[in-house]
């Protein structure tokens, strides 16, 4: 009869329907948990799930507030729902544990932890909370709040937190692939317009449109699936319609074309300009009045070399039969085995190794796509360095990806140095040879 002794609220509040199910409830839940030991949990686990399932026993953050301010009221870390566990805290003391929390906000949320059946409310004959204490020093009664039913319940909140984080983890998986399909789609429709592919691209800017904008932070799982499946369908339309385009020559992956068709849109951008004044301070450390001087050469070198762009025909990349040179404008050949003992990670990209330097030529012009440099850049370099000089170039840039921001910007620094005549890569294999590997190589 312990179970059932002052369980009616004092003073004006009623008897409700749900105390007596609580009460009756704990009860039987305490009579099964001692025939199957499964009457105790740790209390700060049990809040964790808790919290974690409040949505399933709508709870509020503040709700589970008051649930952490009573169990630190309880001493013992674990809970054992076959016995009343009750704590008499005073109210100064509650709106202490509860940040400053007003006390009839505190007496709000305990009586829905009440109505839920979470704890129990034990009332003292005048309304107070306090344990009265024997001869020996031990609690023989105490009145206020017996945190029991937590314990009894556990079970039950940990299948509901597990649920809780299923449920969180498909949101994230929805929207992760939400996010991806927006973007990949968004990419290749930018190539087919930049490369002026045959399609009705403007139609697929309207289909992506009507699928974007931002996802809404309580959107349920339906509706994120349901935009999922209409965003694979139009990535797979998209994707389609620009294969469509490409030639045998662009499908069977020869020198710089080798790279996958989305990473060859013409991205250059303002990011990588951005970047690139900052690497051609650290490529070429040079005084304002160099610079100012050289400004106006390098314009003019630059219309010369559009122009020469303009004239060469489009047969493909030009074929290199001796090994490079030193410098830009001549100097002591440099073989290949030594470029490759200076730039060891550009082996992992080639298709079937990299035997001479057409091997070379066509597994930089994929590297050059990895490391987010853009056809322009590419072209640029290759037009001022030549295309071995270019592709050595892109090989050290890699070496060092992980020290430089921006290789594409950085690569544009080099080349702006190549126009001028005043850049060799022998240096630049020198010191790869003799430095330490950056840490994307180690």
Known sequence: MTDRFATTPFGGRSLSRAMIMAQERTARARLKSAENAENSAEKWTLLRSLTEARTAFNLSDRTISVVEALLSFHPDTMLDGTQPLIVFPSNAELSMRTRGMSAATIRRHLAVLVEIGLIIR???PNGKRYARRGD??????????????????AQEIEWHAAAARDFARTIQRLRSEITIHLRDIAKTIEAGFNEARPGDWSAYCEELAALSGRVARNATAG????????LRVLRAKVEKAYLNTLSEQEMSGTDSSFERHIQNSNIDHQFERAQE?????????ENWKEAAGRAAAMEKLRRRLDEARRSRSDSGPRAAAEPPKSGTSGGTSIPLEVVLQACPQIRDYARDGIGNWRDLMQTAALVRSVLGVSPDAWQRARDAMGDINASITVAAILERAGDIRSPGGYLRALTDRA????????????????????RSSQ
Not at 140 to 149: I, K, V
Not at 223 to 230: P, Q
Not at 277 to 285: H, L, M, T, Y
């Open 122 to 124: 034990r009332d003292s």
């Open 136 to 153: 020996s020093g031990e609690i023989e009664h105490a009145f206020g709040f017996d945190l029991s039913p937590l314990a009894l319940r």
């Open 223 to 230: 509706a994120l699936g349901s935009r999922r499946d209409a």
């Open 277 to 285: 004044k900052g690497q051609r301070r650290n490529a070429e450390p």
């Open 419 to 438: 126009e001028i005549g005043q850049y060799s890569v022998l240096p630049v294999l020198k010191a790869l040879d003799g430095a330490p590997r950056s």
